[in-house]
């Protein structure tokens, strides 16, 4: 079961596909919402999602940073959590 700051992470992963690095991720976050104290630090969080599979970094020729998308599992777990609100 995704927490609610785990929700938000892997939306904007799946609607900025392979534009946010880090960096841009977590301001993202944090402009969309990101108070929740139960779901830990951001990047704890992030490296739960990648470990899980949700989430995939990237690393690109040219490109400091690894940027990110969600994985097929990332999508299926989003759309339980969705579909389990009430």
Do not use: C
């Not at 534009?19 to 976050?29: G, I, M």
């Not at 949700?54 to 339980?80: C, M, S």
């Amino acid at each position: 079961m995704l927490k609610p700051g785990e929700i938000l992470l892997i939306k904007l992963i799946r609607d900025n596909a392979g534009k946010f690095n880090f960096y841009t991720l977590d301001r993202a976050a944090r402009r969309n919402g990101w108070l929740d104290p139960n779901d830990g630090y951001l990047l704890g969080v992030f490296y739960s999602l990648v470990d899980r599979g949700y989430v995939l970094a990237n690393k690109a020729e040219g490109q400091i940073e690894p940027h990110y998308w969600i994985t097929d599992a990332g999508a299926r777990a989003l759309q339980e959590a969705i579909e389990r609100k009430p």
